[in-house]
């Protein structure tokens, strides 16, 4: 039944309002979602009128990527062409944090399957816990609130001090490490092999952000030889790398020798290149062109590797030799073996100052900063005593002792202190009295010559030759006694003598870390010691004591000096630089390629700018050789104001000094060594013995300060060859050698037998040869101390005998045998 009409008045009119309630709320609703779409719309126009540039920006770099492409790092070759510092092919697994999984899961499955495929373990947190509930428990409490305190890391807290070992990075714990780069590649493992590195690429489309890295090693073939002057590799220092020169935090940069010197020549210049990428980082395509890297300059030394290593296994032995020999104390007669650690040989070329052989005790094994720097390994060369990071050659100092006799010699000759052939009086000991209390006997000092019964009378060549304590007191420090005067030179002549022979200055080999010295003044002892200058130290800074000290290589170039007639040549350690064309290439002092050299057709020098365009007019020469070989320039630094004559006179002196009359007359260079004479090669040198009290020598207990002892003592030589024509210069030092006359002379004479190739070094031995060399009647450098045997790499073959029927029947020629049997039939030999 119908109920229209039937509604009541107030039902309708309640109805009625019941709708336009409804209407109302559903017209405040459409407006407001309409306000909601105009908002959004403005907002959407205003992001992109004022963000819209930056935001595409981060849209691109979304998609797309600036890759840096690392240069080639430079080759450095020794003077010959032999490598000494090399590329090797090696690869890095990586994982960006930013493009793995999101879940835990997934993430979980990727460590582990990279886990299996480089050995390196998801992590170890269960095993490094074991190790500590397994440790001391009160030393770990006792580290833990240590590392607490000062806000440090307990594990490595714990492993530092030897508590806990901390185990190799985890993955796990690497990623986790680098979790604030997300978009930074995180070095997972390194110097994988190809075939590894390949097997990993392969798998690595199934492991998101796993990428594999080429990353070139640095390989050094000579090793130990050389690793002083080549130096090592390892990670960026600090941020400046990266602000000011633009490295990556990857980056591996020179942390020693030439490597750290020469960095900025040995590592190019980055190129780049854009591309497009997915979602997981991976390479979809290439943009554009790329900008191709510059590869490093090619420094090519002038170090000769086979001098370098013969030189290396000769002070090697005699080291050996020095240190299994008793050594007597001349007071208590109690008999020790030496403790023989650090030693240097320095060779250089007198007449251009380019080193051909540096070789430094004790050494390390640069190739095990290959990858990393090995803590373990690192820090035991670091707490050694005798310093093997450290090139002894340019940083170490000592007293030089007699060796510097040569300075005040020839300054005194200059200055007219004494002629050549003044004879001095050289008892065993002088008293000097004390300048303020002049007959106060107990006041007065005494200097006593190495020779306590004295040399009789002396002239300046014998005076080198004995290398005579007294007369070099004399004509440093003044005398005036019985009789004989003598000016002396006094400290500041001496000084300034000193440094014109390349005493108290860099010399700027191209080498990190070169020592100047110290060559002392009267202003210099008031300054530091808080005492002036005395008579005294005069005597002692002649003859190479008191406050000098000089490193070996100043000692080397100050017998070069000698040797050239009086050049101070700057010592270099770099032949010429080449890029990856083969041009010669020079650059400023910001490493900046200013020129380039090569050889034209007609053996004429092209020399152009950096970027290849011919120069006019340049400001320097460059020549080759017939070979087409760069010529090398030396560069004098100083001049010796001393006439030529007068080095003349030193440098016979120091010809004497290497000089045997018979079995009972000789001078201090041959006290225990024949030298080269027999071989036709003269020689020249100058013997030392130094007397010191480090900080090696207290903690050891070898100063003595009785009244009539004798401290530790530094051995010393230094000397050229052929005196007539100086091709060599070789300096020898020995660290608490004793003697030099003993262990660093002979070392001196079988590098220049090694240099010159004579006796047991000459080339091409058959080994029958060289065993009839290595007799002493047959043998260059005949030492009654120790000889060393250096072997040959190689052995010419041994000539072949001719059968008996073969001689006594002779072939025909239609039987395709030589007519003439004389011809192949080889002489009998002395040796046979």
């Not at 609130?145 to 440090?152: D, K, Q, T, V």
């Not at 290149?273 to 790329?290: F, N, P, S």
């Not at 050494?363 to 050694?384: I, K």
Request: aromatic residues 10%; proline residues 7%.
């Amino acid at each position: 039944m119908s109920r229209i009409g039937w509604e009541r008045i107030e039902e309708l009119e309640l109805r009625e309002e019941e709708d336009i309630g409804l209407r109302n709320r559903i017209l405040f609703l459409r407006i407001l979602i309409l306000a909601a779409l105009v908002f959004l719309v403005y907002r959407v126009w205003w992001i992109q009128q004022t963000r819209g540039p930056e935001l595409s920006a981060l849209a691109t770099d979304n998609q797309f990527a600036t890759l840096q492409i690392d240069a080639p790092r430079g080759v450095i070759f020794d003077r010959h062409g032999k490598p000494l510092a090399t590329n090797k092919p090696s690869f890095d697994v990586t994982i960006t944090p930013a493009f793995l999984p999101d879940t835990a899961e997934e993430r979980q499955a990727v460590f582990e399957r990279l886990s299996i495929l480089t050995g390196v373990p998801v992590t170890n947190t269960v095993q490094q816990q074991a190790l500590v509930a397994a440790a001391n428990p009160e030393l770990v409490s006792t580290y833990s609130r240590l590392a607490e305190i000062y806000g440090a890391s307990l594990g490595e807290t714990l492993d530092q001090a030897g508590v806990v070992p901390k185990l190799p990075d985890s993955i796990a714990g690497i990623v986790a490490e680098r979790s604030f780069a997300q978009y930074v590649p995180a070095v997972i493992t390194t110097g994988l092999p190809i075939t590894q590195a390949y097997s990993i690429e392969q798998e690595s489309i199934f492991l998101p952000g796993v990428r594999v890295l080429p990353r070139p090693l640095r390989d050094y073939p000579s090793g130990e030889l050389t690793s002083h002057v080549i130096g090592y590799m390892g990670p960026i220092p600090n941020e400046n790398w990266i602000s000011q020169l633009g490295y990556e935090r990857d980056d591996r940069v020179g942390w020693a020798g030439m490597e750290s010197s020469m960095e900025l020549e040995l590592a190019g210049k980055k190129g780049e290149r854009t591309i497009e990428q997915d979602w997981t980082g991976r390479e979809v395509r290439q943009v554009g062109d790329a900008k191709e890297p510059v590869a490093g300059l090619n420094i090519h030394t002038t170090l000769d590797l086979e001098l370098q290593g013969k030189a290396y296994d000769i002070l090697g032995q005699f080291m050996e030799a020095n240190r299994t020999t008793p050594r007597t104390d001349p007071i208590t007669g109690v008999q020790t073996l030496p403790e023989i650690e650090q030693a240097v040989v320095v060779a250089l070329n007198p007449q251009t100052g380019e080193v051909l052989a540096m070789v430094n005790f004790p050494t390390f094994d640069n190739n095990r900063f290959q990858t990393e720097v090995p803590v373990d390994y690192y820090l035991g060369l670091a707490r050694n005593d005798y310093t093997p990071l450290v090139n002894h050659a340019i940083s170490g100092t000592y007293p030089p002792g007699s060796t510097f006799k040569l300075v005040p010699a020839s300054a005194a000759l200059q200055e007219g202190i004494i002629s050549p052939e003044r004879l001095l009086t050289a008892p065993g000991q002088i008293e000097i009295p004390n300048r303020f209390a002049p007959n106060d006997p107990g006041r007065a000092q005494t200097f006593v010559c190495w020779k306590r019964d004295g040399h009789g009378l002396m002239d300046m060549r014998q005076g080198i030759a004995n290398s005579c304590d007294i007369y070099f007191y004399k004509i440093s420090g003044g005398f005036d006694q019985d009789g004989e005067y003598v000016e002396g030179l006094g400290v500041d002549r001496i000084s300034q003598y000193a440094n014109q022979f390349g005493f108290g200055r860099v010399q700027g080999i191209e080498l990190p870390l070169e020592a100047e010295g110290n060559v002392p003044t009267k202003a210099w002892k008031r300054r530091t010691q808080g005492e002036p200058w005395s008579t005294g130290d005069d005597y002692n800074l002649g003859i190479g004591q008191g406050y000098l000290t000089s490193t070996p290589l100043q000692v080397a170039q100050m017998a070069a000096v000698v040797a050239n007639g009086g050049f101070l040549y700057r010592p270099a350690i770099i032949h010429h630089m080449t890029d990856e064309d083969g041009n010669i290439v020079f650059v400023d002092e910001r490493s900046e390629v200013v020129a380039r050299a090569h050889q034209g057709v007609n053996g004429e020098a092209i020399i152009t700018d950096g970027e290849g365009i011919p120069l006019e007019n340049p400001t320097f020469s460059v020549e080759f050789d017939a070979e087409g070989n760069y010529v090398y320039q030396p560069e004098v630094v100083d001049a010796a104001d001393v006439d030529r004559q007068y080095l003349e006179i030193v440098a016979e002196g120091m010809e004497l000094v290497n000089q045997r009359i018979d079995e009972e007359r000789f001078y201090t260079g041959a006290t225990y060594t024949d030298w080269l004479d027999k071989f036709g090669i003269s020689t020249a040198g100058k013997t030392g013995t130094s007397e010191y009290c480090d900080n090696i020598a207290i903690e050891r207990g070898w100063c003595r300060f009785e009244k009539t002892a004798v401290q530790p003592t530094h051995a010393w030589y230094v000397g050229y060859a052929p005196y007539e024509n100086p091709e060599i210069v070789v300096a020898v030092f020995v660290f608490n050698g004793g003697e030099g006359s003993a262990w660093a002379a002979p070392v001196a004479c079988n590098v220049m037998a090694s240099y010159f190739g004579v006796g047991q070094y000459a080339p091409g031995l058959t080994e029958v040869e060289w065993q009839q060399a290595l007799l002493p009647d047959n043998r260059a450098c005949d030492s009654s101390v120790y000889n060393p045997v250096v072997q040959p790499e190689t052995f010419a073959p041994e000539p072949e005998e001719v059968p008996l029927d073969s001689q006594a029947i002779p072939a025909t020629p239609e039987e395709g045998v030589v007519e003439d049997a004389a011809a192949v039939t080889p002489e009998p030999t002395p040796e046979s």
